[in-house]
T-cell receptor
C-alpha cells in the first residue's frame, strides 16, 4: 500500500512558468513533509520541508503548500528555469517515531523548456 | 554535503553471484537506510539500521540482507543476485534525535545479467 501518492509522473513547463507537483497521504501520524530534488547520476537532496503547524513555507522560488484537513501538500516552483529540470520526490514521516523512516512518492520528472 | 560514500559506484555481475554494496558515513549518525530506485516506483526502502547491530526490514527486503558492525558502515548484500535486482541503490543517513533530515549518497548502479 502506497503511503504517499504523487502526481503528475512527468511535467513539462515553459521557462518562467509555474511548476506544481501534488502529493497526498493517509496516515494522520505523519508530521514532517520534505521534498527532495534529484539530478541525473546524483542522490536525492533535500529541497524544502514543512511541518503541519503551518500552511505554507517559502524558500526563494520554491513554496510548499499544506492542507492538513485534505491530507495534501504540494510544491510550487515559481519562475521555473531550465536548471530546475530534475526529478522531484515528496515524502512524509512521523517525527514522533524513533525509526526516522520516510515514505516517498514515486517521483515527478520535471522538464523546463528554455 | 553530508559525508556519505557509496562503493562501488557501478557494478555489473551475473545472476547467482553474491554482491555486497557498502555505505560509509563520516557524520556519526545513528540511522542508516538502504533504498532502491526504479523507474515508476520511486524510492523504496530495503532495510534500515537504528544502531550498531540493530537492523530491520523495509518494504522490499526479500533477497537482501544487511549488516552494521560499526557506526560508520552499513553493508547491503545480495546473497544470490537476480535480474530483478538490477537497480540503482541509495544509502541515506539521519540523525533522528536532532530532527535532521535524511541525506543521501550518490548511489550505486547495479546491473545483473
Amino acid at each position: 500500500q502506497q503511503q504517499v501518492k504523487q502526481s503528475p509522473q512527468s511535467l513539462i513547463v515553459q521557462k518562467g512558468g509555474i511548476s506544481i507537483i501534488n502529493c497526498a497521504y493517509e496516515n494522520t501520524a505523519f508530521d514532517y513533509f520534505p521534498w527532495y530534488q534529484q539530478f541525473p547520476g546524483k542522490g536525492p537532496a533535500l529541497l524544502i520541508a514543512i511541518r503541519p503547524d503551518v500552511s505554507e513555507k517559502k524558500e526563494g522560488r520554491f513554496t510548499i503548500s499544506f492542507n492538513k484537513s485534505a491530507k495534501q501538500f504540494s510544491l510550487h516552483i515559481m519562475d521555473s528555469q531550465p536548471g530546475d529540470s530534475a526529478t522531484y520526490f515528496c515524502a512524509a514521516g512521523d517525527r514522533g517515531s524513533t525509526l526516522g523512516r520516510l515514505y516517498f512518492g514515486r517521483g515527478t520528472q520535471l522538464t523546463v523548456w528554455p | 554535503d553530508a559525508g556519505i560514500t557509496q562503493s562501488p559506484r557501478h557494478k555489473v555481475t551475473e545472476t547467482g553471484t553474491p554482491v555486497t554494496l557498502r555505505c560509509h558515513q563520516t557524520e556519526n549518525h545513528r540511522y542508516m537506510y538502504w533504498y532502491r530506485q526504479d523507474p515508476g516506483h520511486g524510492l523504496r526502502l530495503i532495510h534500515y539500521s537504528y544502531g550498531v547491530k540493530d537492523t530491520d526490514k523495509g518494504e522490499v527486503s526479500d533477497g537482501y540482507s544487511v549488516s552494521r558492525s560499526k557506526t560508520e558502515d552499513f553493508l547491503l548484500t545480495l546473497e544470490s543476485a537476480t535480474s530483478s535486482q538490477t537497480s540503482v541503490y541509495f544509502c541515506a543517513i539521519s540523525d533522528v534525535y536532532s530532527n535532521q533530515p535524511q541525506h543521501f549518497g550518490d548511489g550505486t548502479r547495479l546491473s545483473i545479467l
